[in-house]
């Protein structure tokens, strides 16, 4: 199990270990819930929160629909191109 302190400032250094593991960057903001159990920790969303019905046609394709077959393949090679392979 890894420790750490609180300051005399109020400040708890999340070890790197954890912060590596999780992604977590200097300026990353979160939200603190007070627990029966103690305190939860949760990095708060870059983007608020949305709706489909939000964001329901704010890529316009003017053309005939696309398969899901053909959508797959596509990701599927831009990962492979993205990956060097």
Avoid at 65 to 80: F, G, L, T, W
């Amino acid at each position: 199990m890894t420790t750490t302190r609180l300051s005399s400032k109020g400040q708890v250094i999340i070890p790197k270990d954890i912060r590596d593991e999780h992604g977590w960057r200097p300026g990353t903001t979160f939200e603190i819930e007070n627990t029966p159990g103690g305190l939860l920790l949760r990095p708060r969303p870059v983007a608020p929160a949305t709706t489909v019905d939000e964001v329901f046609g704010c890529l316009a394709y003017d053309g005939p629909a696309i398969s899901i077959e053909r959508m797959d393949e596509a990701v599927a090679d831009e990962a492979k191109r993205r990956s060097g392979r």
